[in-house]
Structures are given as C-alpha cells and as structure tokens.
C-alpha cells in the first residue's frame, strides 16, 4: 500500500480562449482570425489540492466550478495554463465512459486499443479480455461493432476496461451510475473494494447520496477556487445550504 501524496495540485490555472467570429466556416474563421473577438474564459483560478493515497475525495459545486476541467487536467487530456500536477501512480480515468470508443470497431478490438492507451501491454490486454467481457456482460455482443451498442453498454465497456488496468488512482466524473441496478451495484462494489486495497479516488458528483456513500472528504469549488474543504456532511451541508439559499 502506497503512503504519502498521491494528487499535488500546485496553484493551477487553467484557461480557454472563446472566439466571438461569428464565422459560419473553417475557412471564414482563418481568415478572420485576426479579427475575431476573442474572450479568455478562466476556469482553475490558482487551485491547489492535495489527495493522500489511500483518500476518497469528492469534488462537488455548481456547473462551471472547474470540477471536470481539473480531473481532464489530472488524465493529461488537457494542459494546465500555469502550475504543476504532480501523480504518484497510475491513473484510471472514468471520465466520458466510451468517448474514446470506435464505432466501426468490435467490443473485443476496442478493449484491446483502450487498454493500451491506459498504460496496458498487448499480452496484458488480451490476459484481462475475458475478465473486461465477463464485467461489461457483454458476452453475447463483444464481437459485434461498438456502433451497435446502446450508450449502457458503450458505458459498461468503458468501466469494465478502466477497471483492470491495476491503477492506483481512480478519476471518476459522475459516471458511478451506469447501466441498470444490478450493474450498478456491481460499480459500487468495485470501488469499495478498490478502496480496500488502499486505492485513490477523486469524483465528480452532483448527487448527494452517493458522495455520502462513496467519500471519506468533500471539496467544495467555486469560480475555479477551493471554497470549502473539510467532512462529508459538514460540507454537503455547507453546500447544500448554499443551493437552497439561490
């Protein structure tokens, strides 16, 4: 079991650039690039988190907080504008559960490209492929194109896959509830049993219920700033006091 900090999140900022063109085409937008009014947008203001190994940590506040920006920062799907991300480990992202999916390609290809860009071999993928299929329960459709999955069964494969590459952090963005309830239930046994393990875990949710049932700490974000960080229920409680006042 590993100790000491498993997330550094040193002073990040993060920043987009919106375009105001009003262009209707690639080419008219090149075109009027230098002309285009353009807005920065900063998400993560300044933001700096530490998460032991070991923490289940919840990460709750309105839309547009920065919630899913940090966690698509922390998975290197994004860059920070400014600061430092440090990880101690390998990381599991359930973020857009089948985002990465290609349609033309069966469950069974898909697994095997997924699996290597989470960090697995070839050999370790095609050892795990039973495993993924018999958690997805998938088994009557993994030779069949992802085209012709339901977005459950995209999410199902998604998880079964993020599932056994050994990470020792998971990044979850509201994607605990996927598929019907005895798969969901199967989630949720997961992650306490990750969690026995000594596991990390940082999520995303807007439900109250399951950060209560899931984390042992809840961050509160706020304009892309730490706004409260403490206990579950004193900052749910916090929080959702704070919703009901607007």
Request: proline share 2%; net charge neutral.
């Amino acid at each position: 079991m590993k100790t000491g900090i498993a997330l550094d999140i040193r002073e990040v900022r993060k920043t987009f650039i919106l375009s105001h063109s009003g262009a209707a085409s690639l080419k008219t937008a090149l075109l009027w690039w230098k002309k285009a009014n353009r807005e920065k947008l900063e998400v993560l203001n300044g933001l700096t988190i530490r998460v032991k190994h070991g923490e289940c940590v919840a990460l709750v506040g309105r839309n547009g907080a920065g919630k899913s920006t940090l966690l698509s920062l922390i998975s290197k799907i994004y860059k920070p504008t400014s600061g430092e991300i440090v990880v101690d480990g390998r990381i599991a992202p359930l973020l857009e559960l089948g985002a990465g999916f290609h349609p033309d390609l069966t469950g069974l290809e898909n697994i095997l490209y997924n699996g290597m860009i989470l960090g697995l071999s070839r050999k370790e993928v095609l050892e795990r492929t039973p495993q993924i299929v018999a958690f997805a329960e998938l088994e009557t459709h993994i030779d069949t194109p992802v085209r012709t999955y339901s977005s459950g069964m995209q999410a199902r494969l998604g998880f079964a896959i993020a599932a056994h590459v050994d990470a020792d952090i998971l990044i979850v963005d509201e994607v605990l509830a996927v598929g019907d309830y005895s798969f969901e239930k199967k989630c949720y046994d997961y992650i306490d049993e990750f969690r026995r393990k000594g596991g990390t875990i940082l999520f995303v949710s807007h439900n109250p219920d399951s950060v209560r049932r899931v984390a042992d700490r809840v961050i509160w974000l706020a304009k892309g700033q730490v706004k409260m960080d403490g206990s579950v229920e004193t900052v749910l409680e916090a929080y959702l006091a704070a919703g009901e006042e607007r």
